[in-house]
């Protein structure tokens, strides 16, 4: 089965020539949640405006279920309705879907009740809190019903509770709707809670590719890319190379228990 969106060997240049997107092939599949890792300046941003269109790259391509984009204005009209993107907390969704109004409103309110904003359909912008206005830039993108939906630092300014509620309402529109989505982020310890797949961004380049688990066990690429390990899959490390622990590599709290529970277990014996 072909995934939802691909890339191969895209390259963006900016005018001033800085190279952007350096040949960079990548794949999101349905029914998965995609990290793209990465400091500032890793291209993450670029990636995300290219595969929705607001940018053109120099060379490569994009796929969606394995069809290349076309670049004319139809083409582009269709990638932007079937990728939906939210940057920081602006909605790209389409201004005009050319539907009949009854139908707009339908999907408005359908949207508002998945992302749990349909209680703040008459208060002022101004008056929702960080936390609501990323909810409801997700409800404005959600509303063309994509099928892949693209979030840039998703999680950036919310408090805990803030978090928990965005993570659980990304695993529903993942799991719900089969959605194929993407989510860049430098936050690690967010990438082992809701990532299935992951890709590690450098000077425009993909670095390394795989599970969370397998990027993981290359920490000194990490760092080189001013990224680190998630706290909990450092402190396993600390307990198996500095405490001489056989513990084995966990980065969510659920792990490391299950794991130090088995270590336990093991000294009773």
């Known amino acids: 089965m072909n995934p939802a969106i691909e890339t191969r060997e895209l390259c963006y240049t900016y005018e001033d020539g800085t190279a952007a997107l350096d040949h960079v092939s990548l794949r999101a599949e349905r029914g998965r949640i995609t990290g793209i890792l990465g400091a500032n300046g890793a291209g993450k941003s670029t990636l995300f405006l290219n595969l929705n269109g607001v940018l053109t790259p120099q060379s490569g391509e994009v796929l969606l279920d394995g069809a290349p984009v076309r670049r004319d204005r139809k083409g582009l009209a269709e990638l932007r309705r079937r990728v939906g993107i939210v940057y920081r907390d602006i909605s790209f969704g389409a201004v005009n879907l050319g539907l009949p109004e009854a139908e707009v409103r339908r999907r408005v309110e359908a949207a508002m009740e998945r992302t749990g904003v349909a209680h703040l359909r008459d208060k002022p912008t101004h008056a929702l809190s960080f936390g609501q206005k990323k909810r409801a830039a997700i409800a404005g993108v959600l509303v063309m019903k994509p099928e892949v939906l693209i979030l840039d630092e998703p999680t950036a300014g919310l408090d805990p509770q803030g978090v928990s509620g965005l993570l659980a309402l990304l695993e529903q529109l993942r799991d719900g709707l089969n959605m194929a989505i993407l989510l860049a982020t430098h936050d690690m310890d967010l990438v082992p809670l809701c990532c299935d797949d992951a890709y590690l961004l450098g000077g ?64 009773e014996r």
């Open 204 to 267: 425009g380049r993909v670095l390394a590719a795989g599970t969370p688990e397998e990027l993981f066990r290359q920490p000194g690429l990490l760092r080189e890319n001013h990224l680190r390990l998630p706290r909990i899959a450092h402190l396993m490390d600390i307990l198996h190379d500095k405490d001489g622990l056989d513990a084995g590599p966990a980065a969510t709290i659920g792990a490391a228990r299950r794991e130090i529970l088995r270590l336990l277990k093991e000294e």
